[in-house]
């Protein structure tokens, strides 16, 4: 048997430049570090640039010419951000506006309101700028008010070239069901009772199919709030001290599955499989610092990252209304609620440096370290909550609560568990030659579980854990997940934590060569060793290369073009592992006559472990076009193919884009684009004949009889046009978005030992499902104009429908009860909506 492998060790411009400073975010004073740089909702997208006009005199006093970026896409213009109020002191200027929604259609839908959490009602929007030319100090506050779950409100107060202070506050919703029957009281909250009418464990299918039909639809969201602070502050010309803090709460419920043993496949009923609406209550508190050192021939960045992860409760549980019935006839205790454990408790920590240095051949060296550790050292629960007893009444069969239900039961009462991570990157940049860049790079990465938690009871001296809070024993004998030295000596079971340490080796080496001077010809080569503990492969290795062609040499084309090739290949593939971690390897385990059932048939290939080729390539054209036009268009291909027999055999994309811009003068810009996307997915596998040990494909478990193979086919299309056009004092915006999807799955088999039942055989052995589709549409008109001095008005109007076919859901219109298998809602359904708005705004 094969052993666990473990990894081994301006003045008038300062207006200007102050605005952009601080409304370009802390980039200017601390690229790459901060909290929530980008602020922006459902209508302003933008981040609060949309409202900007363009300066009349474009980029330069001198010329207002357009200019183009090195690939040959236009510059968005030059903002115009206002006149400067006379005056000395403190200086402002900015906007506030008061307005209203009105939505009518299918404004629950959860496909249309997922992220933009809308109703009907007052908005408001400000984005206020006060400057102090004398000192360069600028505040500004930017807040958008759409709802009391969709909001958000920044304050900037800084000092040009010394300091940065941010805070903000944030809330967004995340919408998971727009119309759910749920049968329990005290959804939100860790405990979840049924309704008046239903008994707990001696309900029938037609009350409870009464209670959820008389359920009036409700909304069911995951609301995320979320308050920050952040601060960058310039110590002198060459150090910069940084630091952010967030804290961020989720609180709401949203479908899932909360599963008391299944009944489809056997002949009569018990148990049941329940969509729950699932409590959520939890916060993140997230925490970052240090120092960046800027010199001539020096730069160093230290810095730490913290995140602590709290959960308001261990645990939420919630009432079953279905009996338990056994494959023996005889039922034992009542089992009458199913319990869950929420994320537990966890602390992350990071230390960060870097170290950059130029180097002769206009050369820069530079090293980067880290260490860090995740820890989770929560209490933990009991493995049962119950009273009396619960099991069958047959020999080893029946269980006492009392030596269960504490945590007396448990081999220790908290986790303490880790995982401690090292990374070292080394990388150096240098032009060895005229006209030739070099690239090397070298990267050590390691994760080290820490920890080992046995599931055992020292008061029964028994291995395993309780499976379904007791349902799957009580249905199926010998299957509650308990080990016993002598009543079931031969149960096999899930006895130990499973650590997954990794270490990885990166290694890079490329160069780029400038063929003329506006074409570069590119080439990488690169390696990356991976070591796994506890893996199917103990060891892969990747081998990449990249080569890189860019043109320049026609001022109307630049043509990108990247190709990359890879190849993993590995040691054995050992299809088991994981044996260690169940009681199959406890020294009294006794074997069955026919041995331990096979983990997995040994032909299965996992896709991130398993040998695989891809050729990649990516062709990008962008072409400039007289009258300020722009033309982009792309296409990418990706082949992987596996070599595997089952499992995932090939993943191939294809892509293509064409994007056109336009923008004649600076008060008019119009685009338009489409894209198409292909993907293609085939996989392979056996179904298991019955029980035995031997894993090989054609075996007695596994025969070839019982292969079958799936292929699914995702086809995508999205279109969309905007067009931005300033007619005289207003500004009118109109914008369509399309977008169509198409996946087919398709199945062939052998024979009918491939399906789970075979009764169910139409006598054929090929066929698909029906396709998934999803399609929609949507277009808005605003229109904003002046209606006095100082005071402007806008006008908008956005229609969207939205179509979907999804084959999971077909018969749910009858009911969401079915046998003794209970959902929530439809699933996700079509919609049209029209949401029209006003706002009034107010220039100060």
């Not at 944030?170 to 759910?180: I, K, L």
């Not at 080729?613 to 982009?632: C, G, H, I, Q, R």
């Not at 009889?705 to 009118?732: E, H």
Request: glycine content about 10%; some cysteine; proline content about 5%.
């Amino acid at each position: 048997m094969r052993k666990p492998v473990r990894c081994l060790p301006p003045r008038p411009s300062l207006l200007a430049l102050t605005l952009l400073l601080g409304s370009g975010g802390a980039a200017a004073q601390d690229s790459g570090h901060g909290v929530d740089l980008q602020f922006g909702n459902v209508l302003d997208t933008s981040g609060g640039m949309r409202s900007i006009d363009c300066d009349p005199d474009g980029m330069s006093w001198i010329s207002g010419e357009r200019k183009r970026t090195p690939s040959g896409f236009l510059y968005r213009c030059a903002p115009d951000l206002g006149a400067v109020p006379e005056g000395d002191g403190w200086r402002s200027l900015g906007t506030v506006a008061l307005g209203a929604l009105n939505i009518s259609g299918d404004r629950d839908a959860m496909l249309w309101r997922r992220y933009n959490d809308l109703g009907n009602g007052l908005i408001a929007t400000a984005d206020l700028w006060f400057v102090h030319p004398g000192d360069g100090r600028y505040a500004n506050l930017r807040f958008s008010r759409l709802g009391d779950s969709d909001q958000f409100y920044r304050l900037v107060y800084g000092r040009a070239g010394k300091y940065r202070l941010q805070a903000f506050y944030r809330s967004q919703a995340n919408v998971t069901s727009g119309d759910a029957h749920s049968i329990w009281d005290g959804v939100g909250s860790h405990h979840l009772t049924l309704k008046d009418g239903l008994i707990p464990g001696a309900s029938t299918t037609a009350q409870v199919a009464a209670v959820s039909a008389a359920e009036s639809g409700r909304v069911l969201r995951v609301v995320r709030d979320k308050a920050g602070v952040g601060l960058s502050y310039f110590v002198n010309p060459r150090w910069t001290v940084f630091f952010n803090a967030s804290d961020e709460r989720r609180k709401g419920a949203r479908p899932f599955g909360g599963a008391f043993f299944f009944d489809y496949a056997l002949p009569f009923s018990t148990g049941g499989i329940y969509e729950i609406p699932r409590p959520i209550n939890d916060s993140t508190f997230n925490v970052s610092g240090g120092g960046r050192f800027t010199g001539n021939v020096w730069r160093m960045e230290f810095a730490y990252t913290g995140s602590f992860f709290r959960n308001s409760g261990a645990s939420f549980d919630y009432q079953v209304p279905f009996p338990l019935a056994s494959l023996l006839g005889v039922s034992g205790p009542t089992l009458t609620s199913g319990q869950f454990a929420y994320e537990p408790d966890n602390d992350a920590h990071n230390l960060r440096a870097s170290f950059t240095r130029k180097t002769p051949w206009q050369g820069d060296f530079s090293i980067t370290t880290a260490l860090g550790r995740m820890r989770q050292n929560d209490r933990l629960l009991p493995p049962m909550d119950c009273q009396g007893q619960f099991g069958l009444p047959i020999p080893g069969g029946l269980f006492n609560c009392a030596d269960w239900n504490t945590t007396a039961a448990l081999s220790r009462t908290r986790a303490d568990m880790a995982i401690d991570t090292q990374m070292l990157d080394v990388r150096w940049v240098a032009q060895a030659i005229e006209d030739v860049t070099v690239r090397a790079s070298a990267k050590y990465d390691r994760q080290d579980y820490k920890g080992t938690y046995w599931a055992y009871n020292p008061l029964t001296d028994q291995y395993g854990y309780i499976a379904e809070n007791g349902a799957q024993g009580s249905v199926v004998p010998g299957e509650m997940g308990v080990w016993d030295p002598v009543l079931s000596p031969g149960t096999v079971t899930r006895i130990r934590n499973l650590p997954l340490d990794r270490e990885t080796h990166e290694f890079s080496l490329g160069a780029d060569w400038s063929l003329a001077p506006k074409q570069t010809l590119g080439l990488t080569l690169s390696r990356t060793d991976t070591q796994r503990a506890h893996r199917e492969v103990a060891t892969t290795h990747d081998n990449q290369a990249k080569a890189t062609w860019t043109n320049r040499a026609s001022d109307w084309l630049t043509l990108r073009v990247n190709y990359t090739w890879l190849k993993r290949t590995g040691s054995d593939y050992y299809y088991d592992p994981y044996e260690f971690t169940f009681s199959s390897s406890l020294p009294n385990f006794v074997e069955s006559d026919e041995g331990v059932t096979a983990h997995t048939v040994s032909a299965l290939r996992k896709y991130d472990l398993s040998s695989r080729t891809e050729n990649k390539l990516d062709v990008m054209a962008t072409f400039v076009l007289p009258s300020d036009m722009t033309l982009y268009a792309s296409a990418r291909t990706d082949y992987n193919d596996y070599d595997a027999v089952l499992g995932r055999r090939g993943y191939n994309t294809r892509a293509g884009s064409l994007q056109w811009e336009w923008a004649p003068a600076e008060t008019t810009t119009a685009s338009a684009w489409f894209g198409v996307d292909h993907s293609d997915l085939d996989l392979a596998n056996v179904n298991d004949a019955n029980t035995g040990q031997d894993p090989t494909l054609g075996g007695s478990v596994y025969p070839l009889a019982n292969r079958w193979w799936v292929s699914d086919l995702q086809r995508n299309r999205y279109a969309g046009a905007n067009l931005t056009r300033k007619l005289g004092p207003a500004t009118l915006d109109l914008a369509w978005n399309w977008t169509y999807s198409r996946g087919t799955t398709s199945y062939r088999y052998l024979t009918t030992g491939a399906l789970t039942s075979p009764a169910l055989s139409d006598g054929s052995t090929s066929g698909k499902y029906p396709d998934m589709v999803y399609k929609s549409n949507s277009l808005s008109l605003s229109l904003a104009f002046p209606v006095a001095r100082n005071i402007a008005m806008r006008l908008f109007d956005t229609y969207e429908r939205g179509y979907i076919s999804d084959w999971h859901y077909l018969g749910f219109d009858e009911g969401l009860v079915m046998d003794q298998r209970v959902y929530l809602d439809q699933g996700p359904q079509g919609y049209r909506v029209n949401t029209v708005g006003v706002l009034v705004e107010v220039a100060l």
